[in-house]
């Protein structure tokens, strides 16, 4: 029976002709228990490659070897959707001659096939291949459910190579990428630690300020008129919006109301709210633990979505297209309502768009849930640090001490004061937390350019500068 | 009302945000003798600094066994909270010691005399037994609070979530109140895991006569809220009982009756009073 596995991921690379200058992908479904990206980028700096692009959907701190492969020259470039702080403030101190670029979620998959990022060789980590590279990340013992953001790479390299710690026989039947996209497969020990790969169980949030926003943001989603069957539903992982579900629950269930689909990451409470027969489905373009990676195998209602199908534009619909209520998360905001997710209230890289620029950009109500203030710093700012989704987005900001309504969305902020919901100005917002914090100085900015943001679109949107050395 | 410790910046920052119609600082129970003082400089601060407008602000002083209890009328009456919580209340002078230094600190910062109220926190045998001549005591007295932890302690019991072992002290406290013609206020519920426990504890509190309930923990102050409010059905039936009074003047009739029971003079009383209540709640007929 024909076969491409090879012997070891050395001989894999010198088949796939990695050579200087070229771009290689990874996926970050791993997160930071991964250990394909190092493997992969400590085989090729032995193997003497110099200048490569590195084209990541995310890197997180154990990515750390990756700083020294810039420093000698492996990489000289980096494409990523979401960078954690350990990376970022390396990056941040200047050490890349080319700005880092962050895309969203959705532009990422789109540039991969328009050309604008080609990527030469995909590395692909599955918990599960056969010998033909049918692949899966919904078992073995790496597992972490939806594959979503690895299938444009599969799609669109030049070459693709699987990696993966459970090799099974042909022909695995619930491949999630199929063999006729992948050229080799390699089998190693371990592709993650499960233990940074995804939380066994993800605890319901206690904190009684996330609890009143997430009560708060599920007030406005009733007031806006949008909780009515056939509904839409977007939440991160972060507490207050997991906690918005919660709430969401009761009241769907009170009210016999029957959504259509919850999109994005995935959680056990997403899929509470499915089983509930809250929502009929679950679009999971990535699983945030093992109780959504679990179901995924199971729920024929739970189906596994690309990147591109998720959120790009450059596909004919995306599943943003019907989307109509979703709930963000902010480091900082700005009375213009633009947010920062990329840099801290220091300008230091840590995090990135994912699928929040996307998702502010076409759906209906765009809510974004943060505190007034968080350790001592204002949350809503004159400008924020860095622009990550355009304030012209932005929809609603809930905080514990009011609600704040985009000037462009009246016909919300009339429904909410209706409602009786407590609608403030985002000005008195941002002057209550002054009153409590003080007015913070700009953080200094250095003169070199380390990071661009995109947009939804491809567009230009801001630009991240070094962060200067504190004398 | 809720409890928020006095010596917890973030507590206190987020405090008027939890939906509570009263906050209770501690200076007492909460602080650590090693932070009376900056507990006591925190509240102060964050008084005289944010926004409580919407909200009855109380602060837990400490008692009179303490070397502390002075110092925080000095510095916290001061700022006019609405009331002052003083613990371990067990008998009249108790009240009145506290209440003429309160007239002291009014008259030295130029407040109306009386402006600031008094709560006594009822929590041991002796207090329970006085609870009528505690609340007769002092002008100032608005309500009674009944306080089970040091209560079920000083009864040599064992304080129980069921809460058999208070049932006496709560009842004798609220026709104490009600006999003095103050408020009266249940002790918190202190599991603040359990967020189920909370429904049926505040319900039963209300059942005996309860203006209303105190929480330890933000995540409860819903279910009070809930549980003490008029519900909709209640609401409904107080109209229709004070259009069926109007009805019956309107038509000279001596006794009304609506749906077959007669209306008397408690039963309007209590309509009257559970519109007044969703008045001020903001809650409507349906």
Not at chain 1, 270 to 289: I, M, N, P, T, Y
Not at chain 2, 169 to 180: G, L, P, S
Request: with cysteine; aromatic share 6%.
């Amino acid at each position: 029976m024909a076969t491409k596995v090879v012997s070891n991921l050395k001989e894999a690379i010198e088949l796939a002709k990695v050579t200087d200058g070229m771009s290689i992908s990874f996926h970050h479904h791993l997160r930071n228990g991964d250990h394909v990206l190092n493997m992969v980028m400590d085989e090729l700096a032995a193997m003497g490659v110099k200048n490569l692009t590195v084209n990541a959907s995310a890197v997180f701190d154990v990515h750390a070897p990756l700083i020294d492969h810039i420093k000698n020259g492996v990489v000289t470039k980096l494409c990523v959707n979401y960078m954690s702080k350990g990376i970022g403030t390396h990056i941040c101190k200047g050490i890349m001659d080319t700005p880092v670029e962050f895309r969203s979620h959705g532009q990422r998959p789109a540039d991969i096939e328009n050309g604008r990022t080609p990527i030469d060789v995909a590395f692909i980590a599955a918990p599960t291949s056969d010998t033909m590279g049918n692949c899966t990340g919904k078992m073995g013992k790496s597992r972490f459910g939806s594959i979503g953001y690895a299938m444009a790479d599969a799609m669109n390299a030049k070459t693709v190579i699987v990696i993966t710690d459970n090799l099974v026989e042909y022909p695995l039947t619930c491949a999630s990428i199929t063999e006729d996209y992948v050229d080799y497969v390699v089998a190693v020990d371990e592709i993650g630690d499960p233990n940074g790969i995804m939380s066994g169980t993800t605890a319901q949030t206690r904190d009684p300020v996330r609890l009143r926003m997430a009560q708060t943001a599920v007030k406005c989603i009733e007031a806006s008129g949008l909780l009515k069957d056939g509904m839409s539903f977007q939440t991160g992982a972060g507490g207050a919006t997991m906690a918005a579900a919660m709430y969401l629950k009761d009241v769907m269930l009170e009210k016999g109301v029957v959504g259509s689909y919850i999109v994005g990451g995935i959680s056990t409470a997403s899929v509470d709210l499915q089983k509930a027969g809250c929502f009929r489905a679950l679009q999971d373009v990535q699983s945030f633990d093992l109780g959504a990676a679990a179901d995924l195998l199971e729920n024929p209602n739970h189906i596994e979505v690309s990147g591109r199908r998720y959120s790009s534009s450059i596909g004919k619909s995306s599943c943003m297209n019907n989307l109509d209520v979703a709930m963000l998360g902010a480091t900082e905001i700005d009375v213009d309502f633009n947010v920062n997710v990329h840099t801290d209230s220091n300008g230091i890289i840590m995090g990135g768009s994912g699928g929040h620029t996307d998702i502010a950009e076409i759906c209906n109500m765009a809510v974004v849930i943060a505190p007034l203030f968080r350790n001592r710093l204002p949350i809503v700012l004159d400008h924020v640090t860095t622009v990550s989704t355009k304030g012209e987005n932005i929809d609603v900001l809930i905080t514990e001490s009011g609600i704040a309504v985009n000037p462009r969305r009246q016909d919300l902020k009339e429904k909410f004061i209706a409602a009786g919901l407590n609608v403030k100005d985002i000005h008195e917002l941002k002057a209550m937390a002054e009153k409590i914090c003080g007015v913070p100085q700009p953080a200094p900015k250095g003169d070199k350019i380390v990071g661009e943001v995109f947009g939804h679109w491809g567009e230009h949107v801001d630009y991240i500068y070094s962060v200067p050395d504190k004398e | 009302m809720l409890f928020i410790p006095g010596a917890n910046p973030k507590q206190i920052m987020f405090a008027a945000t939890m939906g509570a119609d009263s906050v209770i600082f501690d200076l007492e129970d909460s602080v650590s003798p090693l932070e009376k003082d900056s507990a006591r400089i925190l509240v102060r601060n964050i008084l005289s600094t944010l926004d409580f407008s919407a909200i009855e602000i109380i602060v837990r002083v400490n008692s009179l066994n303490s070397p502390y209890w002075q110092a925080d009328l000095d510095e916290i009456v001061p700022l006019k909270p609405a009331i002052i919580m003083t613990p371990k209340s067990e008998t009249p002078d108790d009240i009145k010691t506290f209440a003429a230094y309160i007239e002291q600190v009014e008259e030295k910062h130029g407040i109306e005399k009386g402006s600031v109220k008094i709560m006594p926190l009822i929590e041991t045998a002796l207090g329970i037994e006085n609870a009528f001549l505690i609340g007769k005591s002092s002008e100032r007295v608005v309500a009674l609070f009944l306080g089970a932890e040091d209560y079920s302690a000083d009864l040599q019991c064992k304080r129980t979530k069921e809460g058999n072992e208070i049932d006496y002290a709560r009842k004798r406290i609220v026709n104490a109140a009600r006999a003095c013609g103050v408020e009266v206020y249940d002790t918190p519920f202190t599991d603040a895991h359990d967020d189920e426990g909370i429904w049926a504890d505040a319900a039963y509190a209300k059942s005996l006569g309860f203006t209303g309930k105190s929480s330890i923990s933000p995540r409860h102050v819903d279910a009070i809220n809930i549980s003490f409010s008029p519900s909709q059905a209640e609401i409904d039936y107080a109209y229709e009982v004070i259009a069926a009074i109007a009805e019956g003047k309107a038509k000279g009739q001596g006794v009304v009756a609506l749906k077959g029971k007669m209306i008397d003079a408690p039963v309007v009383l209590r309509a009257e009073r559970t519109i007044a209540a969703a008045e001020q709640l903001g809650l409507g007929r349906k």
